[in-house]
């Protein structure tokens, strides 16, 4: 697997559904239940924040690497998506695409940073399965995340059209 590519990909599929989308549709609730197109690109962005915690346990050489993002995805409970969408209502459209594209920027720098044979190392992130890798967590967890939230995004689009 090319984790490079993967990743590209993903983002450039959002970036092209978002093309063209009219600023005045972008807070219209409904895009994903109660969520609006900025409200999926807020949850976008977290996730992206999470991946920067998950690639800084493996890019870094500290044993105690601060991961405030994957803390909270992880604790029980389930409120992190509301509660990281919550966090940038406030926040222009602009702001929240900012931040989306800024963190996926430093997730494609540290990418590089990490071996192939660690991206497929099984049993590296036991938060997520002991069966899986940092591979199948770039595939299921970002590529298809993306991917689906994307398909969202498009019918949303035609039936405001």
């Known amino acids: 697997m090319n984790a490079v590519d993967i990743l590209k990909y993903g983002q450039q599929t959002v970036l092209q559904t978002l093309d063209g989308l009219p600023e005045a549709s972008w807070e219209t609730p409904g895009a994903c239940g109660v969520w609006s197109v900025k409200d999926i690109i807020a949850h976008l ?3 992206e924040l999470v991946l920067i915690d998950v690639l800084s346990t493996f ?5 105690d ?3 405030p993002y994957l803390s909270r995805y992880t604790e029980p409970g389930g409120q992190f ?19 989306f594209n800024d ?3 430093r997730v494609m720098s ?8 660690t991206l497929r190392q099984t049993g590296t992130l036991p938060w997520y399965g002991t069966s899986y890798a940092l591979d199948d967590v770039l595939v299921y967890m970002y590529y298809g995340h993306k991917r689906e939230h994307s398909a969202q995004i498009a019918a949303f689009r035609d039936q405001l059209s």
């Open 45 to 47: 962005a977290s996730y």
């Open 59 to 63: 890019a870094s050489s500290e044993s």
């Open 65 to 67: 690497v601060s991961t």
């Open 81 to 99: 998506n509301d509660e990281e969408v919550a966090v940038r209502k406030q926040k222009s459209i602009k702001e929240v695409l900012g931040e």
């Open 103 to 105: 963190a996926h920027a």
């Open 110 to 117: 540290m990418i590089l940073r990490i071996p192939p044979e």
